[in-house]
Protein backbone atom coordinates (compact mmCIF):
# COMPACT_ATOMS: atom_id res chain seq x y z
CA UNK A 1 0.00 0.00 0.00
CA UNK A 2 1.55 3.13 -1.10
CA UNK A 3 0.09 6.24 1.49
CA UNK A 4 0.56 9.82 0.46
CA UNK A 5 0.81 12.51 2.19
CA UNK A 6 -0.37 16.27 0.10
CA UNK A 7 -0.06 19.38 1.81
CA UNK A 8 -3.60 20.42 1.10
CA UNK A 9 -6.76 19.33 -1.00
CA UNK A 10 -5.89 20.73 -4.12
CA UNK A 11 -2.55 19.49 -4.25
CA UNK A 12 -4.45 15.93 -3.08
CA UNK A 13 -7.14 16.75 -5.80
CA UNK A 14 -4.12 16.90 -8.55
CA UNK A 15 -2.16 14.12 -7.62
CA UNK A 16 -4.96 12.02 -7.30
CA UNK A 17 -6.15 13.29 -11.28
CA UNK A 18 -2.89 12.72 -12.57
CA UNK A 19 -3.12 9.13 -11.72
CA UNK A 20 -6.14 8.55 -13.19
CA UNK A 21 -5.30 10.38 -16.57
CA UNK A 22 -2.04 7.87 -16.43
CA UNK A 23 -4.50 5.48 -16.48
CA UNK A 24 -6.64 6.43 -19.10
CA UNK A 25 -3.95 7.45 -21.73
CA UNK A 26 -2.39 3.61 -21.39
CA UNK A 27 -5.78 1.78 -21.57
CA UNK A 28 -8.00 4.65 -23.36
CA UNK A 29 -11.04 1.94 -23.15
CA UNK A 30 -10.59 1.34 -18.89
CA UNK A 31 -13.11 0.39 -16.28
CA UNK A 32 -13.00 3.28 -13.77
CA UNK A 33 -15.13 2.98 -10.41
CA UNK A 34 -16.05 6.40 -9.47
CA UNK A 35 -17.20 7.99 -5.96
CA UNK A 36 -19.36 10.57 -4.76
CA UNK A 37 -19.49 13.27 -2.00
CA UNK A 38 -17.50 16.47 -1.16
CA UNK A 39 -13.72 14.96 -1.61
CA UNK A 40 -13.30 13.39 -5.14
CA UNK A 41 -15.00 17.20 -6.72
CA UNK A 42 -11.48 18.37 -6.82
CA UNK A 43 -10.38 15.39 -8.53
CA UNK A 44 -12.77 15.35 -10.80
CA UNK A 45 -12.53 19.63 -11.73
CA UNK A 46 -8.78 18.28 -12.65
CA UNK A 47 -10.05 15.64 -14.85
CA UNK A 48 -11.93 18.29 -17.02
CA UNK A 49 -9.12 20.74 -16.92
CA UNK A 50 -6.92 17.82 -18.74
CA UNK A 51 -9.98 17.34 -21.21
CA UNK A 52 -10.22 20.69 -22.01
CA UNK A 53 -6.82 21.77 -22.19
CA UNK A 54 -4.56 19.32 -22.88
CA UNK A 55 -7.45 16.36 -24.77
CA UNK A 56 -7.36 13.89 -22.00
CA UNK A 57 -10.19 11.55 -23.78
CA UNK A 58 -12.79 9.66 -22.14
CA UNK A 59 -14.84 8.65 -25.32
CA UNK A 60 -13.84 4.84 -24.50
CA UNK A 61 -13.45 4.82 -20.94
CA UNK A 62 -16.10 2.97 -18.67
CA UNK A 63 -17.21 4.15 -15.83
CA UNK A 64 -19.19 2.30 -12.58
CA UNK A 65 -20.37 4.67 -9.81
CA UNK A 66 -20.36 2.89 -6.17
CA UNK A 67 -24.22 3.80 -4.98
CA UNK A 68 -27.21 5.30 -5.03
CA UNK A 69 -30.03 6.47 -2.23
CA UNK A 70 -32.88 3.57 -2.69
CA UNK A 71 -36.19 5.71 -3.80
CA UNK A 72 -34.15 8.52 -5.23
CA UNK A 73 -33.31 9.12 -9.24
CA UNK A 74 -32.36 11.74 -11.66
CA UNK A 75 -34.68 14.76 -11.81
CA UNK A 76 -33.55 16.67 -15.03
CA UNK A 77 -36.37 19.12 -14.72
CA UNK A 78 -35.01 19.82 -10.74
CA UNK A 79 -32.35 22.99 -10.44
CA UNK A 80 -29.57 20.71 -9.69
CA UNK A 81 -29.64 22.03 -5.67
CA UNK A 82 -32.69 20.16 -5.62
CA UNK A 83 -31.74 16.95 -6.69
CA UNK A 84 -30.47 14.95 -4.36
CA UNK A 85 -29.63 11.49 -6.75
CA UNK A 86 -25.95 10.35 -6.82
CA UNK A 87 -26.60 10.38 -10.51
CA UNK A 88 -27.15 13.89 -11.28
CA UNK A 89 -24.70 14.60 -8.96
CA UNK A 90 -21.98 12.99 -11.30
CA UNK A 91 -23.00 14.50 -14.21
CA UNK A 92 -22.59 17.79 -12.74
CA UNK A 93 -19.40 17.15 -10.95
CA UNK A 94 -17.97 15.12 -14.12
CA UNK A 95 -19.82 13.56 -16.72
CA UNK A 96 -21.81 16.66 -18.83
CA UNK A 97 -18.06 18.26 -19.14
CA UNK A 98 -15.96 15.74 -20.66
CA UNK A 99 -16.41 13.37 -23.70
CA UNK A 100 -17.92 9.97 -22.20
CA UNK A 101 -20.31 8.43 -23.95
CA UNK A 102 -24.04 8.01 -22.08
CA UNK A 103 -23.89 3.96 -22.73
CA UNK A 104 -21.10 4.08 -20.66
CA UNK A 105 -22.24 5.10 -18.29
CA UNK A 106 -23.33 3.04 -15.35
CA UNK A 107 -24.78 4.41 -11.36
CA UNK A 108 -26.67 2.71 -9.63
CA UNK A 109 -30.92 3.06 -10.21
CA UNK A 110 -32.04 4.09 -7.10
CA UNK A 111 -35.51 3.67 -8.27
CA UNK A 112 -35.56 -0.12 -9.28
CA UNK A 113 -38.81 -2.09 -8.58
CA UNK A 114 -36.54 -5.08 -8.27
CA UNK A 115 -33.58 -4.06 -5.96
CA UNK A 116 -32.07 -7.87 -5.70
CA UNK A 117 -32.66 -8.75 -9.16
CA UNK A 118 -31.37 -5.18 -9.98
CA UNK A 119 -28.46 -5.33 -7.73
CA UNK A 120 -27.62 -8.95 -9.35
CA UNK A 121 -27.47 -7.52 -12.69
CA UNK A 122 -25.57 -4.60 -11.50
CA UNK A 123 -22.37 -7.55 -10.73
CA UNK A 124 -23.39 -8.45 -14.02
CA UNK A 125 -22.28 -5.72 -16.16
CA UNK A 126 -18.79 -4.83 -13.72
CA UNK A 127 -17.96 -8.60 -15.18
CA UNK A 128 -18.99 -8.12 -18.30
CA UNK A 129 -17.24 -4.74 -18.66
CA UNK A 130 -13.85 -7.12 -17.44
CA UNK A 131 -13.90 -5.64 -14.19
CA UNK A 132 -12.90 -2.71 -12.46
CA UNK A 133 -9.48 -1.09 -13.12
CA UNK A 134 -9.16 1.32 -11.08
CA UNK A 135 -11.51 2.17 -8.04
CA UNK A 136 -11.63 5.33 -6.86
CA UNK A 137 -13.19 5.74 -3.13
CA UNK A 138 -13.87 8.03 -0.10
CA UNK A 139 -14.19 7.65 3.20
CA UNK A 140 -17.42 8.44 5.46
CA UNK A 141 -17.32 9.49 8.73
CA UNK A 142 -17.84 6.14 10.49
CA UNK A 143 -15.10 4.89 8.15
CA UNK A 144 -17.43 3.02 4.91
CA UNK A 145 -16.69 2.80 1.58
CA UNK A 146 -19.33 3.56 -0.62
CA UNK A 147 -22.70 2.57 2.01
CA UNK A 148 -21.15 -0.39 3.24
CA UNK A 149 -21.75 0.94 6.87
CA UNK A 150 -20.10 -0.67 10.26
CA UNK A 151 -20.88 -4.46 10.19
CA UNK A 152 -21.18 -5.11 6.72
CA UNK A 153 -19.39 -8.07 5.83
CA UNK A 154 -15.92 -7.60 4.00
CA UNK A 155 -17.04 -9.92 1.28
CA UNK A 156 -20.34 -8.54 0.53
CA UNK A 157 -21.94 -7.76 -2.78
CA UNK A 158 -23.76 -5.12 -4.25
CA UNK A 159 -26.88 -4.68 -2.07
CA UNK A 160 -29.04 -2.58 -0.51
CA UNK A 161 -28.21 -1.01 3.14
CA UNK A 162 -29.58 0.95 5.63
CA UNK A 163 -27.82 3.55 6.55
CA UNK A 164 -26.68 4.81 9.75
CA UNK A 165 -27.44 7.95 11.64
CA UNK A 166 -23.91 9.70 11.44
CA UNK A 167 -23.95 8.94 7.59
CA UNK A 168 -27.36 10.58 7.72
CA UNK A 169 -26.20 13.28 9.92
CA UNK A 170 -23.03 13.91 8.27
CA UNK A 171 -24.90 13.48 4.11
CA UNK A 172 -27.75 16.03 5.62
CA UNK A 173 -25.13 18.34 6.58
CA UNK A 174 -23.21 18.45 3.18
CA UNK A 175 -25.59 17.66 0.85
CA UNK A 176 -29.46 17.30 1.62
CA UNK A 177 -29.87 20.21 3.67
CA UNK A 178 -28.90 22.15 0.39
CA UNK A 179 -31.70 20.42 -1.09
CA UNK A 180 -34.37 22.09 1.22
CA UNK A 181 -35.29 18.67 2.22
CA UNK A 182 -36.20 17.73 6.03
CA UNK A 183 -34.06 15.41 7.63
CA UNK A 184 -36.90 13.18 8.34
CA UNK A 185 -37.52 12.83 4.91
CA UNK A 186 -33.97 11.65 4.29
CA UNK A 187 -33.76 8.32 2.43
CA UNK A 188 -32.39 5.29 5.00
CA UNK A 189 -31.70 3.24 1.87
CA UNK A 190 -28.94 3.15 -0.36
CA UNK A 191 -27.64 0.42 -3.01
CA UNK A 192 -24.03 0.03 -2.67
CA UNK A 193 -21.50 -2.49 -4.29
CA UNK A 194 -20.36 -4.45 -1.92
CA UNK A 195 -16.92 -4.22 -0.32
CA UNK A 196 -16.16 -7.56 -1.99
CA UNK A 197 -16.79 -5.82 -4.90
CA UNK A 198 -14.54 -2.86 -4.54
CA UNK A 199 -12.02 -5.68 -3.46
CA UNK A 200 -11.96 -7.22 -7.06
CA UNK A 201 -11.18 -3.85 -8.35
CA UNK A 202 -7.45 -4.25 -9.57
CA UNK A 203 -5.89 -1.33 -8.53
CA UNK A 204 -7.32 1.28 -5.43
CA UNK A 205 -6.85 4.83 -4.97
CA UNK A 206 -8.53 5.94 -1.76
CA UNK A 207 -8.73 9.68 -0.88
CA UNK A 208 -9.55 11.37 2.11
CA UNK A 209 -8.91 15.61 3.24
CA UNK A 210 -9.50 17.28 6.72
CA UNK A 211 -9.10 16.76 10.31
CA UNK A 212 -12.45 14.82 10.71
CA UNK A 213 -11.31 12.28 8.75
CA UNK A 214 -8.20 11.71 10.77
CA UNK A 215 -9.48 9.21 13.09
CA UNK A 216 -10.71 6.43 10.51
CA UNK A 217 -7.80 7.18 8.34
CA UNK A 218 -5.51 5.91 10.72
CA UNK A 219 -8.36 3.15 11.69
CA UNK A 220 -8.35 2.14 8.23
CA UNK A 221 -4.38 1.94 7.77
CA UNK A 222 -2.86 1.20 10.85
CA UNK A 223 -5.81 -0.20 12.83
CA UNK A 224 -7.31 -4.16 12.60
CA UNK A 225 -9.13 -5.08 9.43
CA UNK A 226 -12.66 -5.48 10.78
CA UNK A 227 -16.56 -4.89 9.57
CA UNK A 228 -16.58 -1.78 11.77
CA UNK A 229 -14.33 0.01 9.69
CA UNK A 230 -15.18 -1.40 6.39
CA UNK A 231 -11.96 0.86 4.43
CA UNK A 232 -9.52 -0.71 6.89
CA UNK A 233 -10.68 -3.67 4.06
CA UNK A 234 -7.78 -2.07 1.89
CA UNK A 235 -5.38 -4.09 4.01
CA UNK A 236 -6.68 -6.86 1.95
CA UNK A 237 -6.47 -6.08 -1.37
CA UNK A 238 -4.06 -7.84 -3.82
CA UNK A 239 -3.78 -4.95 -6.01
CA UNK A 240 -2.52 -2.01 -6.08
CA UNK A 241 -3.59 0.29 -3.51
CA UNK A 242 -2.71 4.21 -3.12
CA UNK A 243 -4.23 6.59 -0.70
CA UNK A 244 -3.78 10.03 -0.87
CA UNK A 245 -4.57 11.95 2.23
CA UNK A 246 -3.78 15.53 3.19
CA UNK A 247 -1.60 16.54 6.23
CA UNK A 248 -5.21 17.22 8.41
CA UNK A 249 -6.33 14.00 7.29
CA UNK A 250 -2.62 12.42 7.79
CA UNK A 251 -2.85 13.89 11.93
CA UNK A 252 -3.75 10.74 13.24
CA UNK A 253 -1.10 8.43 11.54
CA UNK A 254 1.33 6.95 14.18
CA UNK A 255 4.16 6.14 12.00
CA UNK A 256 3.75 9.61 9.61
CA UNK A 257 7.56 8.81 8.73
CA UNK A 258 6.87 5.82 7.16
CA UNK A 259 4.89 7.68 4.45
CA UNK A 260 5.27 9.38 1.30
CA UNK A 261 5.11 13.16 0.98
CA UNK A 262 4.42 15.10 -2.02
C1 LIG B 1 -21.09 9.03 1.24
C2 LIG B 1 -20.69 8.21 0.03
C3 LIG B 1 -19.27 7.71 0.15
C4 LIG B 1 -18.33 8.87 0.46
C5 LIG B 1 -18.77 9.50 1.77
C6 LIG B 1 -17.87 10.65 2.21
O1 LIG B 1 -21.39 8.24 2.33
N1 LIG B 1 -21.58 7.11 -0.12
O2 LIG B 1 -18.87 7.07 -1.06
O3 LIG B 1 -17.00 8.41 0.56
O4 LIG B 1 -20.10 10.00 1.59
O5 LIG B 1 -18.26 11.85 1.67
P1 LIG B 1 -17.39 13.17 1.74
O6 LIG B 1 -16.36 13.02 0.66
O7 LIG B 1 -18.36 14.26 1.43
O8 LIG B 1 -16.79 13.25 3.09
Known amino acids: ?26 KPDCVFGLATGSTPIGTYKELIRMHKEEGLDFSKVRTFNL ?29 RHINIKEENIRVPDGLTKDAEKYCQWYEDEIKKAGGIDLQLLGIGGDGHWAFNEPGSSLSSRTRVQELEKQT ?4 YESFY ?26 NII ?10 VISQSIEGPVTTQITASA ?8 TVVIDEDAASGLKNLEKYKRL
Do not use: W
Open 1 to 26: MDVIISKDYNEMSVYTAGIIAGFIRS
Open 67 to 95: DEYLGVGIDMKKPYHLDQSYARFMYEQLF
Open 168 to 171: LDDN
Open 177 to 202: KNCGIDRSQMPHYAITMGVGTILDAR
Open 206 to 215: MIANGKKKAK
Open 234 to 241: LQLHKGNV
